[in-house]
């Protein structure tokens, strides 16, 4: 029998909660996630294609899907919960479930039934309460199924096809600081640095582009979830400079470290 190692396949949970609107360009996420929206709306668009989360939904997120973003308090204020799925555990679950349920129309935000939400109750509590990694993954499998049951999983389980830009991306995201080049990334992966500069470029991918993407969105998760001031995060994302993290932050997203941080509210406020 095979066996599973566990390590670092835990699952990571972000709560983040805001007092003002905001909006952010240009977001990626690298790992599969769900989003429950407690409070207020999430708008999220990619391409022509515009979809509106109002409290009480479910967002599904692919890997490496770009999108922009917008979340919008209500009268209380907007507070999400995001579990980040690690891949292989999400592999796991489409080889135990390929086929079950009745695939309905491909959408990111689904309402939270209530099969799905009992599911969900239970799978925050086992990271809330740092259980075994078996024990997460056993949780967030019955929350999968319940979306799949409804024909809800489409999204989430499309493969990526862009395998070696996935592979650089985790790698990067590893060791945000670490000054890469492009030689040292193609000595992990074991291949030749013209052979990855060939493959990227058949991919569309230009290697500067992916570390900065990876940094950046590192960087916002760190700015949405924890206590870390500007000058640290730029600094535990590759950046000496501050000030030339806090542009090439505000190029991408449309919106600077210091504004983003003020529309945020603390947990518990």
Not at 23 to 40: I, K
Not at 57 to 74: K, Q, R, T, V, Y
Not at 96 to 104: C, D, E, I, L, Q
Request: aromatic share 6%; charged share 20%.
């Amino acid at each position: 029998m095979q066996q599973i190692n566990h390590t670092e396949q835990k699952l990571t949970l972000q709560v983040l909660m805001a007092h003002r609107a905001h909006e952010l360009r240009r977001v990626r996420l690298f790992t599969p996630a769900l989003c429950h929206v407690r409070q207020g709306r999430k708008t999220l668009q990619w391409g022509e294609h515009v979809e509106i989360a109002k409290a009480g939904s479910l967002i599904l997120f692919p890997a490496g899907a770009e999108m922009c973003m917008a979340n919008m308090p209500d009268h209380r204020g907007y507070a999400s919960d995001i579990v980040y799925i690690p891949q292989p555990v999400l592999a796991r679950f489409k080889t135990r479930y390929p086929s079950v349920g009745v695939t309905g129309e491909a959408q990111l935000c689904v309402p939270l039934d209530e099969h799905t939400r009992h599911m969900w109750g239970g799978l925050l509590s086992t990271i809330k309460e740092n259980m075994p990694s078996p024990l997460q993954e056993h949780q967030v499998h019955g929350v999968l199924l319940a979306l799949q049951l409804s024909g809800h999983t489409d999204w989430l389980m499309r493969d990526r096809h862009d395998p070696l830009s996935a592979q650089i991306q985790q790698l990067i995201m590893l060791e945000p600081a670490r000054n890469w080049q492009i030689d040292d990334v193609a000595n992990r992966l074991h291949l030749g640095g013209s052979t990855l500069r060939r493959r990227l470029a058949a991919e569309g991918q230009h290697f500067r582009v992916l570390l900065e993407d990876v940094r950046m969105n590192k960087a916002l998760y760190e700015l949405q979830s924890s206590e870390y001031n500007v000058g640290e995060i730029a600094f535990r994302n590759g950046y000496a400079c501050a000030s030339r993290f806090t542009a090439r932050f505000t190029k991408h997203f449309g919106l600077s470290p210091r504004e983003l941080r003020g529309t945020l509210r603390k947990q518990g406020a």
